[in-house]
């Protein structure tokens, strides 16, 4: 997929915004692989951009609720009086179901790709911000921190020693799991028409264009949709896989 | 048990303040003018700003919070921008279908997803256990509108068994009811059906290793009463859990739920009022979901009494 995404200009066969207002919805055939859309562009191509959409915005969601969540829970976990307000602000916050406050926050902006990943990132930071205070709480009574405070260590310096490097295999495999969530909300998003602006080709798009003529022309929905699962499938194996392999314990488990 | 259930509606007060908070923010750094929409474009400058005092528009953003927070305290979710009925109404009108979507799937859901898990936990490592949980992760990685959009395809378009799309009302017949959710239940409930099936395995899986199974085992009692009496009782605690919190899934998929199946229901409204940028019904059915959310898993806590009797409050 990653290949496809870099690659979507030599794959694609033509321009996916390309209109061609003569070959309108033709079924899949040699010059178009996935047939035309209701504007007569190549469904392929697009699917191929769409890629690089979804790519994107589900490794930047991931990567920023990371490191938003990883601050969050760090000072919420390691200082008391922080900890209570902050939590409780983080419980309000989850308390909206994520696509709905994304759905907010997209009905504020105007849709942009940027925004898209802020829309989705923000509701999950809550999420990966409770992990890393679980975390830290636990870390914080191990004797090797006692050791460095009473070695006199200041706090910054502990936290980046010593809580830091041990909340990465935790973070890393949550990581993965945002990036298949987010990648999913972005279609979501697309779809309902709240999302990626509808002249950027992202899968999300791609669907809710075919929607209108999904009882005819199915191919249109059914291509970006089996990309989309397979790409999901994917980044969620490989979560179970780092799991597996940085969590012996739990390998097999769940 | 009263006392806690006061504790636990007190402790839902700054959560819900929070969320509150947030949704007024919105409708306040909402871009465009609402005065501006309603004067239109021929209005004079005195005459929108007429308009924003009699609005209310020009105080500070505490005192109109509060009001705010006072109109909601009376249930008064205010009036849409776009239609100029109460969002009240709104809501009110979308409640059915919803409803009905959302508790078929559950029904649904819990059904096929517990027995799964139990299963999968009884037969660990054999080709049972890994076929049920390849279905999980594709249940987690399928979004509902592929899964939606195929099932309509197959079932109402190719085969002609179920209806394509919309809803008819319960009162018209329980058959047409339920042939009209019974695919969108299972789009909407792939998703919660991967998730309980993992955590009731998962759950099971330790619950089978403890000493009172094998007591039961040694003393000679069935496998089926063994896992669905002695184990899952004890696995209960987490699966109710998991149920709760996944209510959130079920609602974000709601709103994809009914736009591929043109169901009228909330999340169609939502959806809606986004495009309209209608703000007050926005708000008002976010407020709605979330005070929803919240309830369930207060009501999830409560549950706990009644599946495991060692839990008192």
Not at chain 1, 151 to 178: C, D, E, W
Not at chain 2, 41 to 65: C, N, W
Not at chain 2, 124 to 134: E, F, H, S, V
Request: some cysteine.
């Amino acid at each position: 997929m990653v290949l496809i995404a870099l690659f979507a200009p030599v794959l694609g066969t033509v321009d996916p915004g390309a209109l061609s207002p003569m070959l309108r919805t033709r079924d899949p055939s040699a010059q178009f692989w996935f047939g035309t859309d209701i504007m007569g562009r190549d469904v392929y191509s697009r699917v191929l951009y769409g890629t690089r959409v979804s790519l994107v915005v589900g490794i930047s969601v991931a990567v920023f609720a990371s490191i938003g969540g990883l601050l969050v829970g760090i000072v919420a976990g390691f200082s008391r009086r922080a900890d209570a307000i902050i939590m409780r602000l983080m419980d309000g916050l989850m308390a909206i179901p994520a696509i709905l406050l994304a759905v907010a926050l997209m009905a504020l902006t105007r849709g942009s790709i940027g925004n898209v990943i802020l829309a989705i990132t923000i509701p999950e930071i809550p999420r990966v911000a409770r992990l890393v205070r679980g975390v830290v709480l636990g870390l914080r009574e191990q004797p090797y921190v006692d050791a460095a405070v009473a070695a006199g260590t200041r706090t910054p310096k502990i936290l980046y020693m010593h809580i830091l490097p041990n909340t990465f295999p935790h973070l890393i495999v949550q990581a993965s799991y945002i990036c298949a969530s987010a990648m999913i909300a972005e279609a979501i998003l697309s779809f309902i028409g709240a999302g990626t602006p509808p002249i950027v080709p992202s899968w999300g798009n791609i669907m809710a264009e075919g929607r209108a003529l999904w009882q005819v022309k199915f191919y249109i929905v059914m291509f970006p949709a089996i990309f989309l699962s397979l790409t999901v499938l994917a980044v969620n194996l490989l979560g179970d896989g780092l799991r597996d392999s940085l969590d012996p314990r739990l390998a097999g488990r769940l | 048990m009263l006392a806690y259930v006061l504790r636990r509606l007190m402790a839902t007060i700054p959560v819900m303040a929070t969320v509150a908070l947030f949704v007024f923010s919105l409708l306040y750094v909402a871009p465009g003018d609402p005065a501006l929409v309603i004067a239109g474009d021929q209005a004079t400058p005195a005459q929108i700003a007429h308009i924003r005092a009699s609005l209310g528009l020009d105080r500070p953003f505490l005192i109109r919070f509060l009001e705010w927070v006072w109109q909601l305290v009376h249930l008064d979710l205010g009036n849409s921008i776009f239609t100029g009925l109460p969002v009240n109404r709104l809501i009110g009108e979308r409640l059915e279908p919803t409803l009905s979507l959302m508790a078929v799937t559950l029904i649904f859901a819990i059904s096929t997803a517990v027995p799964l898990g139990v299963v999968a936990a009884s037969k660990a490592g054999t080709w049972i256990d890994r076929t049920i949980m390849m279905f999980a992760v594709f249940g987690f990685s399928v979004p509902i509108f592929v899964v939606g959009y195929l099932l309509a395809h197959v079932f109402a378009l190719e085969f002609d068994w179920l209806p394509v799309q919309g809803y008819t009302s319960i009162t018209k017949g329980l058959w047409s009811w339920l042939s009209h959710l019974i695919l969108p239940s299972f789009s909407l409930g792939c998703v919660y059906v991967a998730l309980i099936t993992r955590v009731t395995r998962a759950t099971m899986l330790e619950v089978l290793q403890q000493d009172y199974v094998r007591t039961a085992r040694a003393k000679g009692v069935g496998q089926t009463r063994v896992l669905f009496v002695h184990a899952l009782k004890n696995a209960a605690v987490p699966v109710v859990t998991v149920i709760g919190i996944g209510v959130a899934l079920l609602i974000g998929g709601a709103v994809v739920t009914e736009s591929v199946f043109a169901l009228p229901g909330l999340g169609r409204l939502t959806v809606d009022a986004i495009l309209r940028r209608d703000y007050p019904v926005i708000q008002g059915v976010i407020l709605l979901f979330s005070s929803a959310y919240v309830l369930v898993n207060l009501g999830v806590d409560l549950v706990y009494t009644i599946v495991d009797p060692r839990i008192r409050y």
